[in-house]
């Protein structure tokens, strides 16, 4: 057991602390106005991050799901928006070039868009009534064969960074589907015909990603826009889990790492008038830094070893069920780390432009970003128990 990061992974930590510096400068204003952080995103762009996990085959850097993990903890810590919203792209880039259901021709598309065109693609496979309640919700946005290629019909929900994207990939149902279950991912330029953005994202956090609504009226695409089909999309998407939403754990537990970091600053620099001593020498403000590190390390440690799973051993059980554990842990220890750093800041840190406040904002998403905590929990329970999906009871009666 080597609990040591490689040198090649000590480097892009380093590498991305530096980034998040820069965008730590303008963070507070993307919040408060809930704007793309368009800036932040050529920054990445500039410097390779759009290759970062693309296989080296495809002329990426190849970096891996546990070097993903490691840059995206440390790009958070600046700008967790940023993060967030730039995260999309890995996320449903990387499951086409790694399955062995999708083409090579359609391998070859996106890495040529991605790599040498360096393309930022955006995903929304969400719609108004995506939930996880009760397990798959059918597609409601429709794709219809025409004869120039396809058309898209439907309206589509929390689009991050929708309008700074080149791309998005847009999953729907193709109007022949035999199966509720089958889906086809399609590439839809930012300037396409029948597409249009409904800015409805004002939030409570994670305002900056600007996860807006996508609306789609007859949008024609080309042929050439298919990235994926299939009669059931179901094991694509647990193929890739990782990717798809293991890969936001690591942008919340960056925000748990800012929130913990910030609380200790706070404390060390404030010394009440008529003391010798900074706040940080109170006994209970010191239990209270020791409760953080010890919730935070663990988070980050569950992280990594899912990530290192993840790269070590693919998507098994074992694996899929320690992501699972993470996003968990992580959302749970956010929400504690977040709360008591904005104790520790008192009335001081609860004012619109305070990094606490900002931050206790962002980490309130954590559980609630999917998968759930309630769902993971639902999904580990099942894993640690062997339990067989097909003889348990469905959560809610069917219509
Ligand atoms: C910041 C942010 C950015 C996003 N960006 C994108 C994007 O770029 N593209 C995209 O396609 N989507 C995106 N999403 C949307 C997201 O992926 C989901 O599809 C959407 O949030 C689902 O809606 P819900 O959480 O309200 O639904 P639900 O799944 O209905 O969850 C609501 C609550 O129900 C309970 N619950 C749900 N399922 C279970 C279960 N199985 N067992 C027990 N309890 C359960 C939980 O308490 C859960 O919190 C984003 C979401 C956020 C928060």
Redesign the pocket.
Known sequence: MDFRLSDEHERLRQRCAELAADFAIRSAEHDREATHPSENYARLRDEGFLALTVPKKWGGAGVGFLGHTIAFEALAQGCPSTA?AFN?HASVVMPVLESPEVTTDAKRRIAELVVDQRKLI?????EPG????IGARPLSARARRVDCGYSITGRKM???MLEAADYCMVMALPETAASASAGIILLVPRDAEGRRVEANWDTLG?RA?R?DALILEDCRLPPSAVVFQSDDIGPFRLAHANWFWGSYTAVYLGVAAAAFKEAVDVVSARRPPGYAQSLAYHQDVRRHIAEMSADLEAARLVTYHSAWLSDTEGPTPRTTAALYRAKYVVGEAVSRITRTALLLGGAHGIFKGSRLEQLFRDGA?AP???P?A??CL?NMSSYELGLDPEAMIP?LKAN
């Open positions: 967030l999309m955006a995903g929304n496979f969400s995506t939930t996880s309640l929390f689009a991050s994670m990603t996860s998403l609630i970003q999917p759930q309630d769902f639902w959560p």
